[in-house]
């Protein structure tokens, strides 16, 4: 026999052989090598054989083939891995429940929505994670309903996570058998709180003023049946699977049970072997005419191979597969039955979970495909037909690159070459084409599939069809931008009427012989001045885009163009000097105050720093904090510390503003404004008498 084994079989040979010189009769699994080299799986069965002086002779066993029971079994563990891996990295939130509402699976996307990990989670009902009440009512009527039922319901609810994070959820709700009996539920979660933002949003800008740029998506993706982790220990169970032996006296009616057979059957092992009448109060009630039935056929001659139900004397159900075959005697009649019986309890339990894991994946609206290492697909579900247009018959053994648009032909390799890298691809989004040339959006994730020997075999792909959102959102960005570009236009134009209506009645005044107050000129003139620098940021907002940040530096030059032309100096030769760093943005809240700054000084320093003067320079820096150390000197640096993000200088060399005048009680309007303004920013402000009159003002953003 040796001839026909491998070195481990070899030598599990050689240790029974010297047990049997011992008298220990063995029943172990043993692996045989076919002539064409494929294995041979077998049930042995030995009996050692000693002469009447007690010397070993040798032994006599029997061979059952069992090569189809051990490669179900790597079967279902190659089949259980693949479906764990899908589990594992669905996108959805996936959780499991027992009959007592508690959890007893999370994967792990659920700990987002949880803020807890999925092993705090375990074993908890919904009140005992601090769940709002009422969404644990609405839940449990979902809950008992499948429960009782034994059928799905889906629900859709608003949920706040404990760390006050807000989602909208579609729930699929699906019922789990075993043994016809509804024993668990398995809730997946879809997060669709981007599809009722989008919403929301898209219905609040058009305020029923327009048509929807899209109709609502009214039927909301509907949770697909994912798949989930089986239980643990599962491959242990099957390889551990206990096979017991018997034999049947037919005209006795006397049976023999081995020691696993009483092991199977809880049954004390000091107790005869059960007759024939006795063994079918083992028999499961709704399988006992099918036992009979099978058996009656073994007496006339026929052997059966039969799976059927049995009752333990302390009430639990199992499953056992019975195989048997007829001994004949001399004259051509049944004598005796003889066979085998495993418990295919937890088999049979697997089998139902896969199956329902299967029925999970091929009723998914998302596609969920699996294509090999070379980029063939291999499997294509019902979803996949769905969102690319293909059936499974016109896809399968073709290359996936059939999916992917002309200019994106080499992104599926990239994408499966990361993944061969052990890199993660998690909702990624990208465009793909279908059967009718349509490109559509999709947000894929992509798996490794690994064999139960841990070695990379295939590649999930799990692809969710996203164009109806991404229009909506292009949608909603169109319509914002246009909103705020009218915004910024309308505000522009009623700055300037206001800045007219101050230029009209400064003429009114001018023109009565009866006041001639230069000061309520002048505050004309201030307050012009201001509106129009604020007019002048949104009328750069308008033609920029629409957007909220406004380009900084050019909306300086004009600022203070507008300037040197409001105050002509006559002879005057003023120049002006301004070094702005290019890259400058800043939104409204920054932009209106640091314009009026700038606006107040120059001006100020326009109206009285030249008096008497024939020329001059006025100069303005902007910059970032990084460029301190390159553009000012010892002094300025320290002024302007570690913790300065920009730095605005506005200077001149004309008269200095007199002593007298401090900026924190300054009795001019003006500088009060500036003051005021800095701290509204959160500067710093300081005021240098040096050369001329210099204010260096740092601002935090």
Request: glycine residues 6%.
């Amino acid at each position: 026999m040796q001839e026909f084994t491998d070195e481990e079989s070899k030598a599990i040979f050689k240790l029974n052989m010297r047990k049997r010189r011992k008298g220990i009769n063995e029943f172990y699994e043993f692996k045989l090598i076919r002539k064409d080299g494929s294995p041979l799986w077998t049930l042995v069965s030995a009996k050692s054989l000693f002469d009447e002086n007690g010397k070993f002779t040798g032994s006599i066993g029997m061979l059952t083939d069992i090569t189809k029971r051990k490669q179900a079994e790597e079967a279902l563990q190659e089949s259980e891995k693949r479906f764990r891996t899908l589990a594992e990295n669905s996108p959805d939130v996936i959780a499991r429940f027992d009959r007592q509402n508690r959890h007893i699976y999370a994967n792990p996307a659920a700990e987002i929505p949880y803020s807890r990990p999925p092993e705090e989670i375990m074993g908890k009902t919904y009140s005992e994670l601090g769940i709002d009440p009422e969404k644990v009512k609405s839940w449990e009527k979902h809950y008992i309903k499948v429960l009782t039922t034994g059928k799905s319901e889906t629900m859709e609810f608003h949920y706040k996570s404990p760390k006050g994070k807000e989602y909208y959820f579609n729930t699929r709700i699906v019922p789990e058998f075993v043994d016809g009996e509804v024993t668990s539920v398995l809730a997946i979660s879809r997060d669709i709180t981007d599809i009722k933002k989008a919403e929301g949003k898209l219905k609040e800008t058009l305020d029923n003023s327009e048509k929807l740029v899209e109709e609502r998506t009214a039927e909301l993706e509907k949770a697909y049946n994912s798949l989930k982790e089986s239980e643990k220990g599962l491959a242990e169970a099957q390889k551990m699977a206990h096979i017991g032996n018997w034999e049947w006296d037919v005209a006795t009616d006397k049976a023999y049970w081995s020691e696993e057979m009483y092991r199977i059957f809880g049954r004390d092992p000091q107790e005869l072997a059960p007759p024939y009448n006795e063994y079918l109060n083992y028999v499961h009630s709704d399988d006992r005419d099918y036992f009979e039935n099978a058996a009656k056929k073994a007496v006339n001659g026929k052997p059966y191979s039969i799976d059927h139900g049995i009752i333990l004397a302390n009430g639990e159900e199992r499953t056992v597969h019975i195989q048997s075959e007829v001994i004949f005697g001399e004259k051509n009649n049944p004598i005796r039955i003889k066979g085998i019986v495993q418990d295919i309890t937890e088999r049979k339990k697997s089998e139902e979970k896969i199956q329902s894991l299967a029925n999970l994946v091929e009723s998914s609206n998302d596609a969920i495909v699996t294509i090999s290492l070379d980029g063939i697909i291999n499997s294509w579900n019902k979803g996949a037909e769905y969102v690319y247009g293909y059936s499974a018959k016109e896809i399968l053994g073709k290359s996936v690159s059939i999916l992917a648009p002309s200019h994106l032909d080499k992104e599926t390799t990239k994408l499966s070459e990361m993944i061969k890298q052990e890199e993660r691809i998690h909702q990624y989004e990208t465009l793909r084409l279908k059967k009718d040339g349509k490109i559509i959006y999709v947000s894929i994730t992509l798996s490794p599939v690994f064999d139960i020997h841990g070695k990379l075999t295939a590649i999930s792909v799990i692809a969710r069809d996203i164009t109806k959102r991404k229009k909506a959102e292009d949608a909603l960005a169109n319509i914002e931008i246009a909103r705020k570009k009218e915004i910024h236009h309308r505000i522009k134009n009623n700055l300037q009427v206001i800045s007219s209506l101050l230029d009209l009645q400064a003429e009114k005044f001018d023109n009565r012989e009866c006041i001639k107050d230069s000061e309520v000129m002048e505050a004309f003139r201030e307050s012009q001045d201001r509106v129009m620098s604020i007019a002048l940021i949104h009328e750069e907002l308008h033609e920029g885009g629409g957007d909220n940040k406004l380009h900084f530096s050019p909306y300086l030059e004009k600022l203070v163009e507008n300037l040197f032309q409001t105050y002509s100096l006559g002879n005057a030769d003023i120049n002006l000097n301004m070094d702005l760093e290019e890259n400058i943005f800043f939104d409204m809240d920054i932009a209106v105050p640091l314009g009026i700054i700038v606006n107040e000084l120059v001006s100020n320093s326009l109206k009285h720093a030249f008096t008497g003067r024939n020329k001059g320079e006025i100069q303005i820096k902007l910059f970032k904090k990084e460029k301190a150390g390159n553009e000012l000197s010892n002094d300025e640096e320290e002024l302007t510390g570690k913790d300065t993000r920009y730095i605005l200088i506005v200077s001149d060399d004309g008269v200095c503003i007199p002593e007298k005048i401090d900026l924190e009680n300054s009795g001019t309007l003006g500088l009060q404004l500036v003051r005021i303004l800095v701290d509204q920013l959160d500067g710093e402000i300081e005021l240098k008498r040096d050369r001329g009159t210099e204010f260096y003002i740092r601002i935090n953003i």
